[in-house]
C-alpha cells in the first residue's frame, strides 16, 4: 500500500458525459501527478500540482482539467467524453526530496 | 523534447538466466527512476537514482545511472517467475519544472 489513494476505482460511463476523479496524497506529500495509461499509448504524464498550484502539463487534452485543494487532495475532471477516453488513470505523490513518486491503485474508466 | 527510450520492448527469458534492461534518455537528467507494474496494477517504486555512478540493489535486480551516457541499466540476475512483470524506467526534467517522462516500458517473462 503506497498511501496514495484514489476512488472510485471503476467508472463506466456514456461518450458525452463528464466525471471526476478524486486522489489523496501520502501524507506530507505536496506534490500531485495525474498520468493515463491506455495499451496504445503508454503512460502519459497529464499534469502535476504542487501545494495547490499547477506545476507542470504534459498531454492533457482541454476536455480535461484538474485542482488541488487546500487539504492538498486532487481532482481530475473528464468532459465531453470519447471512447478513446478510456483508461486507467492514476494519481502519484512524491516526497520534496527524493522526488520519488508513490502511484494510487488508479480508476479504470470505461467509455461506452 | 524530453525523450525516453527502453529495450527491449518484450523480453521472454528462462528462470535462472541473466538479462539487462535499457533505458536511453535524450536531454541531461541527474535523476532517474525505475518501477514495476504487475498487469492490471498500479506501478510500485522499486529503485531512485539521483547521482551519477548510482547503482542500487534489491535481491536480483540492480540497478545503475550513467548521466553522461545517458542511460540506466537494470540487471535481472537469475531471474525467477516472480520477476514477470513490466518495468518503466522515468526520468526527471529538473530545469524549470519537475516534469516526468516515462519510457515505453518493458514487458518481462520469465518462464518455468
Known amino acids: 500500500d503506497s498511501g496514495v489513494t484514489q476512488t472510485p476505482k471503476h467508472l463506466i460511463t456514456a461518450t458525452g458525459q463528464r466525471v471526476t476523479l478524486r486522489c489523496s496524497p501520502r501524507s506530507g506529500d505536496l506534490s500531485v501527478y495525474w498520468y493515463q495509461q491506455s495499451l496504445d499509448q503508454g503512460l502519459q504524464f497529464l499534469i502535476q500540482y504542487y501545494n495547490g498550484e499547477e506545476r507542470a502539463k504534459g498531454n492533457i487534452l482541454e476536455r480535461f482539467s ?20 478510456s483508461a486507467l488513470y492514476f494519481c502519484a505523490s512524491s516526497d520534496q526530496t527524493r522526488n520519488e513518486q508513490f502511484f494510487g491503485p488508479g480508476t479504470r474508466l470505461t467509455v461506452l | 523534447e524530453l525523450k525516453v527510450e527502453q529495450n527491449p520492448l518484450f523480453l521472454s527469458m528462462q528462470e535462472g538466466k541473466n538479462y539487462t534492461i535499457y533505458c536511453n534518455y535524450s536531454t541531461t537528467s541527474d535523476r532517474l527512476y525505475w518501477y ?38 537494470l540487471h535481472i540476475t537469475a531471474a525467477v517467475h ?17 516534469k516526468y517522462i516515462f519510457g515505453t516500458g518493458t514487458r518481462l517473462k520469465v518462464l518455468a
Do not use: I, W
Open chain 1, 66 to 85: 484538474a485542482q488541488q485543494f487546500p487539504d492538498l487532495h486532487s481532482e481530475l475532471n473528464l468532459s465531453s467524453l470519447e471512447l478513446g477516453d
Open chain 2, 82 to 98: 516472480d520477476l514477470s512483470a513490466t518495468y518503466f524506467c522515468a526520468v526527471v526534467l529538473t530545469s524549470g519544472t519537475y
Open chain 2, 36 to 73: 514495476r507494474q504487475d498487469p492490471g496494477k498500479s506501478l510500485e517504486s522499486l529503485f531512485v537514482l539521483l547521482s551519477n555512478g548510482a547503482v542500487k540493489q534489491e535481491g536480483r535486480l540492480m540497478a545503475s545511472l550513467d548521466t553522461k551516457a545517458r542511460l540506466s541499466t
